[in-house]
């Protein structure tokens, strides 16, 4: 099905596109009949940035490898034909790869050569398609760090990839790609394995070397938001076809297909609005007959230390206090180091702080394995991130889930109970007798929520619940978390590196950096009106779908600190915009502001109260 | 650091009668191994100095003799038959030996951390640095030889690759994946060891078994082939072969027997441990 | 860098240690060797108290050891129980032969199997890959010494082109040569091809491509550069099987080398130059060790800048 807008639209007749893609069909050479990516046509037009999104398994990377004659080996393209101003490419792409057309991908750390210092990798770029050597070659390479934003870019020429960080990685590929001056760029997943602030500095980075060059930029990513942030034309892709092409303005605001439609319904911000997913109001059919009081949570001054590296202590959290309500939903916000999931695993006993204390419901949390361990599994539960090394692959599902209920001897009628959680967490009978590889990604995550919540627990830590999931399905199991987090009647404590997702589902946000909560209030104040900067910044690094409520963007400076590292005085100071010398000393405390909100920010406290995030923007 | 056939099995295994043969070879040798007193026509050391070092019959021997004789005037078929029997015997419970103590050990480590895992690691390192063949020398020489203290020499080889690869295993399951999902829902040490974490690695540690059988088999023909291994009147594959080094000038069928029994036979143990292990690979996937 | 070479030489002392001291301990657990070297019944005791007193076996236990641990420095380990020489000069004698024989094995195992698994690597697939990896399977399921007869049989019997077995001129190797050679080559073959795969399937290959760079740059400066980090640890921990594989090729072409000296002292239980042999062994296994720890820190930019 083709629906070709983008052309008549965007292009005079006379145009010719930078880059056009023909009737693209990709199959595998043993087994030509199926297709992984099927006639896709798309164009580019001159100076132009076409998005291509889809979800894993749509075709998009493969599309994008066709363009420089880089599939696989397994795989090979079986039609269509790749233009460049109308003239199509040669098998092999000679003079084109990296010199027309040049590319960056997901994981910077791994696409660069380990053994290989940053110098003589630029360096012998500029050599390849520029023909410089010696010293003029190594002038290049500094300007190239320069045009990428690199900070101290000469003294990076001696550093191995191993010693810089994902978005320096992502900057040098960058320098990489700028060496050959090619007129289009493209990007595959450029910022997916990036944390949201790292992935804001890129785009924008992005964005201003597109407009300095006047680069063709391709952009492939399963993220709305990045895709908005970064395309004005959007191609929507699924399982191999395009299902939908148009200018971004018109794709994000009037989607014509209803797969387009309902994935945007999913992006968590809108989660709310759509009235296709289900209602919180289903009636508490499965609430367990004795069912339980919620209890509380409490932790205080903890603190967990890591010996990382023989004698370097890494400080993973570092003297948190914190209460969470009977029955209330806490979500736990940071980027990757904050010391999120330790803290989350410190929560339900399966870690020991190094100091500090947790009560649940009054009582002291058991640590050790032994027998009080075991029957406190009762009150306090987990659930992971990844679904599928979490559930035995030898045992069904059902299985599993009887052996917890006649373990903790819940009830008699085991089979029937454990039919009963299978339809609490929206799963059907079938799914019962099913292994974990038969099942897809939502429905793992279901069935270990099933299992988890088997025992009847009162405290229940989700540890990043969603983000292996493909966004379609991550709306659906953070629909029914709020859904039986009601009708179990939970406290629960919900961690994500998304705010959009931790929002949704909380009531109370807390945001971490460096193993301490920087900021805490209610969910709607604290999306709505952060005070501290760092909140500010993971905020303005949400990237929307919505044109209206685009905003000019805070971005912050530096990279995701590195714990073993801390810095002196308030943790975040290196990359504050409001940094003032009091911070590099004096670490700020958490501390009470209006509406039951605390922040760890010397430049707050000292305002008399905090300006309105929207009203500011 | 343990060889891994994977690779060259995928290459092989394309043809896949290759791995059909290999089935039905070891499924002959186990044959012969079990019943070896009922199928061999003569004992393995029935002398019969009349007829020394006969060609086999279809080369002009005499027809009682159909692999011919030796220098002692024994039958080769029948003592091929008998020395199948003890290679097999000896390879097996060695191998199984090996096996245990590792996967026991392995999994020990793993359980306990600490300074038992770094004795038992320890261990494994000194093991895997030195050359198996010459550490069971070494045991031989300074214990003498007896039958037992041989197959438990043997059996020991290669107890450091299953320790390692029961270690990893279990520590894996045990910090990241079911079995610590399987621990924090309540279940009992026990039940998790047993129901959760046994029968996952089981598969694992087969095929490694069945990768270490026709090392056990070249381990100990070789030993017995150097003569410090299985002693006369007894009979292997290693000690007929080197019976015959004296006369493979004019008697070319002494050595080829007991030589091509244990090439096939270990060559067929290999490929049906990479097909496992392929099959594995694909069937957890 | 240079912490992680103080940890791994530490390691290696301490194993050495543990080697010297286990090796003593069993000797002296397993009894008296002049009582299974001398047939006691008809031995006169005053002739087994003189053997006795020649390995200083009438001293206390802990005397024994420090005096143990003395002659190794002093490089004197006591006689042979069979024909009362000197233990060290027996093995000193010994020691060139073998290194001869190791060499050559090393250079032609190398030479067979690098080529090899690159070719098969690259060619994936094809004809090659295929004959690289049946010669792979073969080699391992090949013991050295059905190899060695065959080789006897078909160059010195039927082709009499070589001499059987001995020591003395270039023909005298090619055979023991070979049996280890392509054993162990072929095994290479197999490792060499298995590193190259995997870096060849690293993005960073990829992203070289989507530079533009030429295939022969990308294999000389992505690919074999990455490869050889795993290959150089493998290749280290072969000269162990290379040096059990020579015992049994020394034995079978009668090449008089340390490894045919450890069986005949095995045979005739000479514990004195079996002792010596076994710190022999251990020494050169630790020492390798260490090599192929500090290569492997020295190719790895991530150890060696960091630690």
Known sequence: MQIPTLSSAALTAADTPQLSIEGLSVAHRSAPQTQQVSDVSLILPAGGAL????????????????????????????AGVVRLHGKPLAPGRKGIRGRRIAMIFQDPGATMNPLRRIG????????????????????????????????????????????????????????????????????????????????????????????????????VSHDFGVIAEAADHVAVMRAGRVVEKAPADRLFSFPQHPYTASLLASIPPELGRASALTSRKNPPCNRPSNATKAIGLKARGLSRLFEARGRVRVHALNGIDLTVQPGEMLGVVGESGCGKSTFGRLLVGLDKPSSGDIRAGGKPLVIEDGEAFRNSRRQLQMVWQDPLSVLNPRLSIGHQIIEVLQTHR?????????????QAVNLKAEHASRYAHQLSGGQRQRAVIARALAVEPQIVVFDEPVSALDLSVQAQVIEMIADIRDRFNLTGIFISHDIRVVRYVSDRIAVMYLGRIVEIGPADDIYHAPKH???????????????????????????????????????????????????????????????SRFTACHAVDVETSGRHWEAAA | MHFSIRQSASAVRQSSPVLVAACVWLGLMVFVAVFAPWIAPYGYAEQDLLLRLQPPSFAGGPPGHWLGTDHLGRDVFSRAIYSIRISMAVAFFGALIGAVVGTSLGALAAHRRGLVEEIVMGLVDVQAALPFLIFALLVIAFFGNDLFLFVLVVGFQGWERYARLARGLVLDAKTRGYAAAARSMGLPLWRVYFVHIGPNIAGAMAVQFTLN???????????????????????????????????????WWLPAVPGALIFITALSMSLIGDGLRDWLDRSQR | MIRFIFIRTIRAILTALTVVTTTFVVLRVTGDPVQSLLPVETTPPEIIELYRRMWNLDQPLWQQYVGYWQGI????????????????????????????????????????GLPAGIAAALNRGSWIDRLVMAAAVAGHALPGYVMGILMIWLFAVELRWLPSSGYGTPQHLIMPVITLATAYGAVIARFTRAAVLEVLGQPHVLAARSQGWAGHTIMRREVLPNAAIPLVTIIGLFLGGLIGGSVIVEWIFAWPGIGRLLVTSVAGRDLAIVQALVLLFSATMIFANLMVDLAYAFLNPAIRVRG
Request: net charge neutral; glycine share 10%.
């Open chain 1, 410 to 422: 819940i009830t008699d009628d085991t089979q029937s109970r454990m039919l009963e959680l299978l």
């Open chain 1, 51 to 78: 998005g291509i999104v889809g979800e894993s398994g749509s075709g998009k990377s493969l599309t994008c490898l066709s363009i420089m004659d880089l599939l696989p080996g397994a795989l090979k393209q079986s």
């Open chain 3, 73 to 112: 420095f002093h490089g004197t380990m006591g006689r042979s129980f069979v024909d009362g020489r000197d233990v060290v000069g027996i093995i000193a004698e010994r020691i060139p032969i073998t290194l001869e024989l190791m060499g050559w094995t090393f250079v032609a195992m190398l030479a067979i």
């Open chain 2, 213 to 251: 059988l026709p090392e056990t088999i070249i381990l100990e023909a070789g030993l017995s082939f150097l003569g410090l291994g299985i002693q006369p009147p007894l009979t292997s594959l290693g000690l007929m072969l080197n019976d015959s080094r004296n006369y493979i000038l004019l008697h």
């Open chain 1, 533 to 595: 900067p760092y909140t500010q910044a993971l905020l303005s690094a949400v990237l929307s779908t919505d044109p209206k409520r685009r905003k000019s963007r805070s971005i912050l400076r530096g990279d995701p600190p590195d714990p073993a590292q801390m810095p002196s005085g308030c943790p975040f100071h290196p990359r504050c915009p409001r940094a003032a010398a009091r911070c590099r000393v004096e670490t700020p405390a958490l501390q009470a502001g209006a509406d």
């Open chain 1, 120 to 219: 003589p990798f630029l360096s012998g770029l500029v050599k390849l398609h520029r023909g410089l050597t010696g010293a003029a070659a190594e002038a290049e390479a500094v300007r190239l760090l320069d045009s990428v934003r690199m900070p101290a870019a000469r003294a990076r020429l001696r550093a191995y990839p191993h010693e810089l960080s994902g978005g320096q990685n992502q900057r040098v590929m960058i320098a990489g790609a700028l060496a050959g001056d090619p007129e289009i760029l493209l990007a595959d997943e450029p910022t997916t394995a990036l944390d949201v602030t790292t992935q804001a500095q890129i785009l924008d980075l992005l964005a201003e070397l597109r407009a300095e060059r006047g680069m063709g930029l391709v952009l």
